[in-house]
């Protein structure tokens, strides 16, 4: 694995304008953007009380479809295509598929499996010229319990570590050779990919000193050479996470306890283009805290393509 930074440049444009609007869900933790149907939808995993879960909901309206998942499995994950609507979601070191066409009925199958040695975390899949991606976030097995067993999984450094995988047609996966896993030398953590133009574009969370995390933009042709974008972290903690977007309702305790949370981490980003706008979708708040108080689901926006989006970060 290669990793090509800066390539030399001494000049740079102004950054890429991506403007918060603030918090706009207060029950979900990963979410994924995408368009079903015409409509911006929403993918929100649901960490409250009991197993996890998932609900998709109109990403305006705030309409919701019945949940489903609470079956031991977790971080959901969304594809959509031909409005058939893919959800990929992982326990212990599978990877599970639902499918569905309706957002109401879902069927569920196993579609990929690594080690015993491994534990699977988030996923993200797209669409290249000749087949599918996907991207999963592993560690070694037993980090989610506090065990540490990296001695076990030499092709995890750093925990998190993203390995890639190919299918013809999302149900069928061949996972690549460890050695392409990006990056074992740092944490890299909640993976969000997409293809354009030759490349597979990748954002992911980097721990950065002091106890910050932010998300970061690198792409690659061939899943070897990797290019860190020019202009990074894409976002940062700010004052901008504890507001709550104009016209979104969130319970006014939450909201309030919001403003006083502290705010270190801008992670798990989504993305998804719709009518010339290319929505983001991430967490604020601080990945040391307990389950449930990660702050809020928050939406920034590019005034432009997802391709305008995606180049900008290398130009």
Not at 115 to 138: H, I, K, Q, W
Not at 238 to 247: A, F, P, S, T, Y
Not at 256 to 264: K, P
């Amino acid at each position: 694995m290669k990793e090509i930074n800066l390539a030399g440049r001494d000049h740079m444009r102004a950054f890429p304008e991506l403007k918060k609007n603030g918090a706009i869900s207060a029950d979900g933790g990963e979410c994924t953007p995408f368009i079903y149907r015409d409509r911006l939808m929403l993918l929100e995993n649901l960490w409250g009380e009991g197993a996890p879960r998932a609900a998709v909901r109109e990403y305006f309206s705030h309409t919701y479809y019945p949940p489903f998942g609470g079956d031991g499995t977790r971080f959901y994950s969304a594809y959509c295509e031909n409005d058939t609507v893919s959800v990929f979601a992982t326990k212990d070191n599978v990877v599970y598929r639902f499918i569905s066409v309706d957002l109401i009925s879902w069927e569920k199958t196993a579609v990929l499996s690594f080690p015993d040695t491994f534990e699977l975390f988030n996923t993200s899949v797209c669409r290249g010229p000749d087949r599918y991606v996907m991207a999963v976030e592993c560690a070694w097995a037993g980090q989610s319990k506090g065990e540490d067993n990296r001695v076990g999984n030499p092709y995890i450094g750093a925990y998190y570590t993203e390995f890639f995988a190919f299918s013809p047609d999302l149900s069928h996966w061949e996972l690549l050779p460890f050695d392409t896993a990006y990056t074992p030398e740092r944490y890299c953590a909640c993976p969000a990919l997409r293809y354009c133009e030759g490349y597979y574009y990748m954002i992911c969370l980097e721990s950065l000193p002091l106890g910050r995390w932010a998300p970061y933009i690198y792409r690659t042709r061939d899943f070897d050479a990797w290019e860190i974008g020019l202009y990074n972290p894409i976002l940062m903690p700010g004052e901008e996470d504890r507001r709550v977007k104009e016209g979104v309702n969130i319970p006014k305790e939450i909201a309030e306890a919001n403003r006083t949370h502290v705010d270190t981490n801008n992670s798990d980003v989504d993305l998804c283009e719709y009518q010339g706008k290319t929505y983001v979708v991430y967490c604020a708040g601080h990945q040391a805290m307990a389950q449930g108080m990660n702050g809020l689901v928050c939406e920034a926006v590019y005034d432009g393509t997802m391709k305008e989006f995606l180049q900008a970060y290398f130009d």
